[in-house]
């Protein structure tokens, strides 16, 4: 079976077949080892954050073309016996998914080479005070919760909901947990929350968290992303400085999040500068679609599609449907790019938005 890249937008070509080895690892043709498999397990949320989706009109994926959740465990133990030690499960929002606390329970139990894998969350928070218990006892490790501002008039203009105290309520549920690290996660935008980054940042300490600002991305899903709309980096690094000292933590390794220890200790804060300090060469991370596609970075117009490879291998042993998912992957890996070039006057935005591609 031949693997087959999905053009999204742009023209592609069918990589080379990857070359097999010795130790099974996902390796891409610039030595990145892959260890990071995100989830995403709806298009559907909660929310409607101006900078993802618009409110009314949205075009979700068909329910037949979601993955079950007996694909997803046998999608990830072939991806834990390729090296992949943690699952992140995004969405839309992944607490929407009825089965998730069995799609937590079917992973977590699984065993790499390595080791158990380490099943992660990022979630809106609205409903997680009521499943946490659940989710933690299914074996859920990390979680990191999306809050964009604490203010509530703001929250509902931005999200077009007014559930700030859902999320507050999810928040007090994880910081009250024994999950730990556990993150907050903020987009940094002008003229809507650059007033807060201060305010967001001291929230984040009093209720134990670290504080990740991410750059705006060209991910929604209507494509009128702004680069001058975006507060960057060293904006967010200047403003934190003016009340803080920040001292660099270093170790960064693969993770997105630069670091910065607040005035010695012992908390920190995080910036996540796709943009501007693209970090694509210690990139370890691949991503599947709720509909079954993998993507090698999360800026990329090509998708290589699994469920075509499940379709087409439903007859066969489950040994070799294990190879035809790895074949995949591997294909996947080995078609990966260097950098996502935003920078590049080429550079073409995802047809699909951030909730479709999964975070």
């Known amino acids: 079976m ?3 890249p ?3 937008g742009r023209r592609t070509t069918t990589p080379a077949p990857a070359p097999e080895r010795g130790d099974g690892r996902l390796v891409d043709t610039h030595g990145r080892v892959h260890r990071d498999l995100r989830i995403s397990l709806t298009d559907r949320c909660s929310l409607r954050c101006t900078y993802c989706m ?3 009109g949205n075009e979700w994926l068909a329910r037949t073309s979601i993955l079950s959740t007996d694909e997803i465990e ?7 016996s390729l090296g992949i030690r943690t699952f992140r499960l995004t969405g839309g929002e992944p607490l929407l998914r009825a089965d998730i606390v069995d799609v937590v329970r079917r992973i977590s139990r699984i065993e790499g080479p390595d080791g158990p894998v380490e099943v992660a969350m990022t979630t809106n928070g609205i409903t997680l005070a009521k499943k946490l218990p659940e989710l933690i006892d299914a074996g859920l490790s990390r979680l990191n919760i999306s809050i964009d501002t604490i203010d509530r008039q703001k929250f509902a203009d931005l999200t077009r909901r007014d559930r700030l105290d859902d999320v507050l309520e999810g928040i007090a549920a994880a910081a009250a947990s024994e999950l730990r690290p556990l993150k907050l996660n903020a987009v940094a935008m002008r003229g809507v929350n650059d007033d807060e980054l201060v305010d967001l940042v001291q929230f984040a300490m009093d209720v134990g968290a670290q504080l990740r600002f991410i750059e705006q991305m060209p991910l ?4 009128t992303w702004d680069r001058a709309s975006m507060v ?4 967010i690094l200047e403003s934190l400085g003016a009340r ?8 960064r390794g693969g993770a997105p999040a630069e670091k910065w220890r607040i005035d010695g200790g012992p908390h920190e804060v995080g910036v996540i500068a796709s943009v501007t300090a693209p970090f694509c060469g210690a990139c370890d991370r691949l991503r599947l679609t709720a509909d079954g596609q993998f993507r090698n ?4 117009n090509s998708e290589y599609d699994l469920g075509a490879v499940l379709r087409e291998s439903a007859a066969s042993s489950p040994a070799e449907r294990a190879e035809a998912i790895a074949a995949l992957l591997r294909s996947c890996v080995h078609g990966k790019l260097p950098g996502h070039a935003i920078d590049d006057p080429s550079f073409l935005q995802p047809a699909r938005g951030m909730n479709a591609i999964g975070g």
């Open 232 to 235: 960057t980096r060293e904006e």
């Open 2 to 4: 031949t693997a087959v």
């Open 244 to 251: 803080w000292r920040l001292d660099p933590v270093p170790g």
């Open 297 to 300: 970075c999360l800026f990329s």
């Open 54 to 56: 618009p409110e009314q």
């Open 6 to 8: 999905v053009a999204i």
């Open 220 to 223: 929604d899903s209507g494509h």
């Open 74 to 80: 046998e999608v990830a133990q072939v991806a834990a």
